[in-house]
Structure formats: C-alpha cells, structure tokens
C-alpha cells in the first residue's frame, strides 16, 4: 500500500462508507408505484452535482478567456499593422505634397527664366551662412557646371546676389559660394524707379533690410518707391527687382538723402535659384543704325 493511502486511511474508510450508504439511501428514496424522485433524493443529486457544475463554469470561462485573449491579440496587431499602414500614407501623401511645392516652384523658376534675356542655370540651396558678419549662402553648382565669380543669382522675386570667390569662400566643382545682396560688403548700383534717381544699394548684415545711399541732394524719394537694379558695372542686369522703400532718412554726417530698403525676396523662404551666365539669350546685332537697318560696313581694300 503506498504512503499516501495508508496516511489517509482513517479518513477513507469512514468517507466511503458515508458515500456507500447515501447512494443506498438515494436509491431506496423512490415510492413504491411513482415514477419521480423524493426529495431527499433531489437534494443529495443536487450536492453531487455540485463538482461536475463547478468543472463545466471552469472549464467554459477558461474556454471563453483563451478565445477572448487570442481575439484581442489579433485586434491588438491589426490596429499595429494599420497604424503602420497610416504612418507610411502620411508618410507619401507628404511626399507628394513637396513635390508638388517644388514642381510649382521649378515651374515658376522656369517662367522667369523664359522671360529673361539671359542664359542661366538653375540650382538648389545647399547651405547658408547668416550671420551679422556675412550673408552668404551656396548652391549645388560650381565650376564643373560653368559657374565663374561675379556671376548674378535672382529668382522670380528679384536680385538675390552674386557668385563669389575668395579664400575663405571659393568657388568648388560642384558647388559655389553666393554673396547676398543683404551681406555687409555687398554694394549694387540702383535706380529708383518712379523718379529715376540713382544710388547705391548696400547690404547691413541684416536680411530684412538694406541702406540706399549716394543720392542725389534733390532727390525727393517716398515710402514704398520701387528700387531695380541700374545695369551699371557689368555685373547686374537692368530692371532687376531689389526691394522697396520702408523709411527716407538725412544721412547724419553727409546731409544726404538716405533710405532703408526691404528686400523683394523672401531668403527664409528661398530654395531653388537661377545662376546667370553672362551670355544673352537673343544679343543685339551689331552695326544697326538709329533706323534698325544694317549700317554699311566698308569694304576691305
């Protein structure tokens, strides 16, 4: 007999003894000549039901439970999936909306270049340096692509600056430093465009403003005059856009007429460029006369 049977065996005998005679009794329980069970009989298949019941709700709720979790794990990596699903859309839908951004300013890039009598070429901004002690910033052009110092850069907004080159800021083969007209050693021959007057346009450190001065005493300029570019000094073409008059002041020392400009192009905004190459698109023949006819060119002896 094993150790457990004979550590329990005073409680076994007297347990199954008391089952033994339940059952005896359960049985003997039905009336003579009825076919339905007393009810100390109902009672005593009810106690004895009691485990079997006990089992059935464990064994449903462990059942229910197994079933719940496995759906929820399901539910938990199908919203997983569609959260990763949502991110990559958002993801692309951003993408297409910046292509969109820079097709619509290539476009526009491409107009103005069109519209212009310059060849050019167009490069995107790769790098800036705004600081008060200079104003440049460099594009994804250089000397491999034709880009050479003093070359103008504009946009459709207007003048942007000049390429430059210089220890410190020299011209690369596939990039190349350009020298904002906002940069303190910058300086631009302009015109005003209302009354004509000439001056010279000089960059303060500060991207949101520029200093005209060299005016002439006469000159009678007011708040929101139109500044171009004059086309004196080779560099700049005529009739570039520059900014606007926000205030006319008197040059303190000098007793001149002097006035702060705002830049036409917004830099903060700025991506994309137009670098021009010096050459006309459609130059002006030569040896034309007032009349537009071809002047007579002697003849060799």
Known sequence: MSPALLRY??????????????????????????????????????????????????????????????????????????Q??????????????????????????????????????????????????????IINKGSLDGITSGQAVMCSQGLIGQVTDEPGRAIAPHSAPVLLVTDPMSRVSVVVERTRDRGIL????????????????EARLETGDEISTSGLGGIFPTGVRIGKITRMEINPFFGSPQGWVKPSVDFSRLEEVLVLTGEEKNPAPKNIDPKGKPAHVPAKN
């Open 9 to 82: 065996r005073r409680l076994i005998l007297p347990a199954g003894l008391w089952l033994f005679s339940l059952i005896l009794v359960s049985v003997q329980s039905f009336e003579k000549g009825k076919s339905h069970p007393s009810p100390f009989s109902r009672e005593l298949t009810y106690i004895i039901g009691m485990p079997q019941q006990t089992y059935s709700y464990v064994k449903d709720g462990t059942i229910n439970f197994w079933n719940n979790y496995v759906y929820l794990h399901g539910v938990r990596e199908q919203n997983l999936d569609l």
């Open 84 to 137: 990763r699903q949502s991110a990559y859309l958002e993801m692309e839908n951003q993408m297409l909306r910046e292509q969109a951004r820079e097709n619509e300013r290539l476009r526009s890039l491409l107009n103005f270049s069109d519209a212009i009598n310059y060849k050019s070429l167009a490069a995107r901004i790769i790098g800036w340096d705004l600081s008060v002690y200079g104003q440049t910033m």
């Open 202 to 217: 000089q960059g303060t450190g500060d991207e949101d403003k520029m200093l005209l001065v060299y005016l002439s005493p």
